[in-house]
């Protein structure tokens, strides 16, 4: 190789997949050893400003900081739990509850549902109920014409 290597080969030496005519070349040539040294301390201090900064940002947290802390009773929740109590008791005291009882149905009610239940119960749609006559007379044909054909095989 008598040019230097292109930006392609030094990526791939940075990547450690260089081939081996590219090694042969970057051993002998000290330009582009110059060039792969630049590029490889530019991506270190990179890498290490980018893990202070991350470091800055999440700080590291001890076990300690994790650990469950128990709870102490403080005066005000006692009294909040109090308040609370006396108001849903008078609440209860105000506004007893009433016993519900069951509600008839409307003859209107009874009508409609013995309309929706003669509806489901249908075995055919409406609009398909004049071709129930039609597959019915045809069915009724080939069962009359089934028997007549049995009778005939008996002996």
């Given at each position: 190789?008598?040019?230097?290597l292109?930006s392609r080969?030094i990526?791939?030496?940075?990547?450690?997949?260089?081939?081996?005519?590219?090694?042969?070349?970057?051993?002998?040539c000290?330009?582009?050893q110059?060039?792969?040294?630049?590029?490889q301390?530019?991506?270190?201090s990179?890498?290490?400003t980018?893990?202070?900064?991350?470091?800055?940002?999440?700080?590291?947290?001890?076990?300690s900081d994790?650990?469950?802390?128990p709870?102490?009773s403080?005066?005000f929740?006692?009294?909040s739990l109090a308040?609370?109590?006396?108001?849903?008791?008078?609440?209860a005291?105000?506004?007893p509850r009433?016993k519900?009882q069951?509600?008839?149905?409307s003859p209107a009610?009874?009508?409609?549902?013995?309309?929706?239940?003669a509806?489901?119960?249908?075995?055919?749609?409406g609009?398909?109920?004049?071709l129930?006559?039609?597959?019915l007379?045809?069915?009724?044909?080939?069962?009359?014409a089934?028997?007549?054909?049995?009778?005939?095989?008996?002996?």
């Amino acid at each position: 190789m008598s040019e230097h290597l292109s930006s392609r080969q030094i990526d791939e030496c940075l990547l450690g997949e260089s081939s081996p005519e590219t090694r042969h070349h970057l051993r002998k040539c000290s330009a582009c050893q110059a060039e792969l040294a630049r590029l490889q301390d530019r991506l270190a201090s990179f890498r290490h400003t980018i893990r202070a900064w991350s470091d800055q940002q999440l700080p590291v947290h001890t076990r300690s900081d994790w650990e469950v802390k128990p709870m102490r009773s403080k005066p005000f929740s006692k009294l909040s739990l109090a308040i609370v109590a006396v108001a849903c008791l008078v609440l209860a005291l105000l506004f007893p509850r009433q016993k519900s009882q069951p509600i008839a149905p409307s003859p209107a009610d009874a009508a409609l549902l013995s309309e929706i239940d003669a509806e489901v119960s249908r075995t055919v749609p409406g609009p398909m109920e004049p071709l129930t006559e039609f597959v019915l007379s045809d069915s009724s044909t080939q069962h009359a014409a089934g028997q007549s054909a049995r009778k005939e095989a008996r002996p």
